[in-house]
């Protein structure tokens, strides 16, 4: 018997997804003594549940909208998570932090599970947004790196990366049942956001 590899997608996800949540929420800004360059940088993302989400949401999201902001989003994002990051660096003023990182992955998975289709203008600030929390929560780490340079490139390498992966599950959405795929994947990252967003009231 023939197995339909795509009808795995889902289930992979939900399983790495369950992992995830198990692991904690908000790990990928516990503490701001992260020391070490590049490589430290591109495993930085993927040790936080609450970034690797949104990351993969946003090419998810891009996916499912389509052009232009299938390429817009991932560029949008990296660069003003860099804006973001300086005004870490400078210990800006902003509202509360991690309450916008985990209110990021909650309504990036809505808009995906609802199937959201934001006029381009609206995706780009959308995104725009939530870049300034995460840079911002990353930007307050750098000072404390080794060689802070590197830890940039090699985090926004790896954002980067995880904005394909999910452009690449977003793709789903051109087989058959794909929209109903993309959008089940988008309901438990809004679940996971849930999750993240009652954590981080609770720690407020």
């Known amino acids: 018997m023939r197995v339909n590899t795509a009808d795995r997608g889902p289930v992979a996800f939900a399983a790495v997804l369950c992992g995830l949540l198990l692991a904690g929420p908000a790990l990928a800004h516990e503490g701001t003594g992260l020391a070490g360059g590049f490589v430290a940088g ?10 690797l989400l949104a990351m993969v949401a946003v090419g998810l999201w891009g996916a499912f909208l389509g ?3 299938v390429y817009v989003l991932p560029v949008v994002f990296p660069t003003v998570m860099a804006f973001g990051g300086a005004l870490g660096m400078i210990a800006a003023t902003l509202p509360p ?14 808009a995906i599970a609802l199937a959201f289709r934001a006029p381009v203008w609206a995706a780009c600030v959308l995104v725009a947004v939530f ?15 080794a060689d802070p340079l590197g830890y940039s490139v090699g985090f926004v390498l790896s954002t980067g990366f995880l904005h394909v992966v999910g452009i690449g599950l977003g793709l789903l959405k051109d087989r058959p049942h794909g929209a109903l795929i993309t959008r089940g994947m988008g309901g438990l990252i809004a679940l996971a956001g849930v999750y993240f967003t009652g954590a981080a ?4």
Do not use: C, K, M, N
């Not at 932090?97 to 809505?110: P, Y």
């Not at 870049?131 to 790196?145: K, M, T, W």
């Not at 009231?201 to 407020?204: E, I, R, V």
């Open 67 to 69: 052009r232009p902001l």
């Open 97 to 110: 932090v991690e309450i916008g990182i985990a209110l990021s992955v909650l309504l990036l998975g809505v």
């Open 201 to 204: 009231l609770l720690g407020a």
């Open 131 to 145: 870049a300034i929390f995460h840079g911002y929560a990353h930007g307050q780490e750098l000072p404390s790196a």
């Open 42 to 51: 591109l495993l930085h993302p993927v040790t936080g549940p609450d970034h």
